[in-house]
T-cell receptor
Framework: KQEVTQIPAALSVPEGENLVLNCSFTDSAIYNLQWFRQDPGKGLTSLLL?????REQTSGRLNASLDKSSGRSTLYIAASQPGDSATYLC??????????FGSGTRLSIRP | EPEVTQTPSHQVTQMGQEVILRCVPISNHLYFYWYRQILGQKVEFLVSFYNNEISEKSEIFDDQFSVERPDGSNFTLKIRSTKLEDSAMYFC?????????????FGEGSRLTVL
């Protein structure tokens, strides 16, 4: 049974810092991995999608990497801004029809 | 930009009542999902739906739950007899690819409050 873990559960850093969020999964036989952002009381916004054959994806200040063999993904945020404050979720496509979420990292960027 | 739309945004109901949550997935998408998120907790998979039938469901998705695609656009989640613990945000999502290699798009959610 696929399990997805995100550490840390919460993170607070000063504005301008680069930071890394971690996601690990127990079953390496995945289709893809997707990173989402969730603002309080809102839906989930897709940030980056990495297919199982890819090692990384980049969008603006965000870079996501995938190491299937070790069951890990990281989301790197460069030059953090207060507007980056949100909960970040990773989701693993563990079968053709099932996508499992981690519990998220609540990120706070201090001005 | 195409989006997943959900109605209602918030529903309050009495315990034991039936509730139907509605979703309009992105029009060319093929796989549809329902997830729920209890306040302060993780996003939990409920069910996936493809080619007019349930593809996979979780242990949460018991006999009280059902899904339907009554026409070419709507995708509904029905809870037959709501319990207090059904109070949560329910999210609909869709993917364009049948092999689930595509990007998952979410609606804004329907908040269900059971009294």
């Amino acid at each position: 049974k696929q399990e997805v873990t995100q550490i840390p559960a919460a993170l607070s850093v000063p504005e301008g810092e680069n930071l890394v969020l971690n996601c690990s999964f127990t079953d390496s036989a995945i289709y893809n991995l997707q990173w989402f952002r969730q603002d309080p009381g809102k839906g989930l916004t897709s940030l980056l999608l990495i297919q199982s054959s890819q090692r990384e994806q980049t969008s603006g200040r965000l870079n996501a990497s995938l190491d299937k063999s070790s069951g890990r993904s990281t989301l790197y945020i460069a030059a953090s801004q207060p507007g980056d404050s949100a909960t970040y979720l990773c989701a693993v496509g563990s079968s053709a029809s099932k996508i499992i979420f981690g519990s998220g990292t609540r990120l706070s960027i201090r001005p | 930009e195409p989006e997943v739309t959900q109605t209602p945004s918030h529903q309050v109901t009495q315990m034991g009542q039936e509730v139907i949550l509605r979703c309009v997935p992105i029009s060319n998408h093929l796989y549809f999902y329902w997830y729920r998120q209890i306040l302060g907790q993780k996003v939990e998979f409920l069910v996936s739906f493809y080619n007019n039938e349930i593809s996979e469901k979780s242990e949460i998705f018991d006999d009280q739950f059902s899904v339907e695609r009554p026409d070419g656009s709507n995708f509904t989640l029905k809870i037959r007899s709501t319990k207090l613990e059904d109070s949560a945000m329910y999210f609909c999502a869709s993917i364009s690819s049948p092999a689930a290699t595509g990007e998952l798009f979410f609606g804004e959610g329907s908040r269900l409050t059971v009294l």
